[in-house]
């Protein structure tokens, strides 16, 4: 007797049920996310002001006081830097969960506990410019304003620069407390004492050239350490 030519049917192929398995794990996953996604919410609402809808000011401190960590801490300016906050003392909903997901964390606990490896994300160099250039944006909080007075900048090196660039930065802070020709620092000047501090070295000065295209105000840094060296 012949056998059927024809495949017994009500036996999934392979190629179906490799279709189906994707489709759980994508299910799952897509269910897994939006749970994730309605924690990070929630979270956000337990600190934002009822009434603009943002995390301001008070809900920072709030946050920074429940993580156990203080509000000047350079890792909260990394955490706006993560969010991608465009004003200062503010978070609104989509960057909070634009720099939660990327942290993958939708509790505080788990917040407090990405800091540290949020930090080595940023001190990587190739980050660490991005970060050091947006902590000047981000202390822009006027409408068309493209400096910053002496005494922020000077607070706000130390917070970003001071750990690494101790020497240099506490030398160029005091050099800005007691000069007279700048009451500002604009973002060329402020990149330009960074690539100093990479670039420089420091205190013998001896690779700086003045001829090259460095801000003015760091050829007259230069001018006078060099004459408190001599």
Not at 170 to 197: P, T
Request: a negative charge; one cysteine or more.
């Amino acid at each position: 007797m012949r056998r059927s030519a024809t495949k017994k049917t009500g036996q999934p192929n392979s190629a179906s049920v490799n279709s189906s398995a994707v489709d759980l794990f994508r299910s799952a996953s897509s269910r897994a996310s939006s749970k994730e996604l309605e924690r990070i919410d929630s979270l956000f609402y337990s600190y934002a002001n009822g009434s603009s809808g943002l995390i301001d000011p008070e809900g920072i401190e709030s946050l920074c006081s429940d993580m156990e960590v203080n509000p000047t801490d350079v890792r909260i300016l990394m955490l706006a830097w993560k969010m991608k906050s465009e004003k200062q003392g503010y978070f609104t909903l989509e960057e909070w969960r634009t720099g939660l997901k990327s942290l993958r964390a939708d509790t505080v606990s788990k917040l407090k506990k990405a800091l540290p490896d949020l930090e080595k994300e940023v001190r990587r160099l190739s980050n660490f410019v991005d970060f050091y250039s947006y902590a000047f944006r981000y202390c822009l909080t006027e409408d068309k304003q493209k400096s910053i007075d002496i005494e922020s900048i000077c607070e706000l090196l130390d917070l970003v620069l001071g750990s690494e660039f101790h020497a240099q930065v506490h030398a160029f802070i005091e050099y800005l407390k007691i000069q007279s020709d700048y009451k500002v620092i604009n973002m060329d000047q402020w990149m330009g004492f960074f690539r100093f501090c990479n670039e420089i070295s420091f205190p013998d000065l001896s690779n700086y050239d003045s001829e090259l295209a460095w801000p003015l105000i760091l050829d007259n840094f230069v001018e006078w350490l060099q004459a408190k060296q001599s």
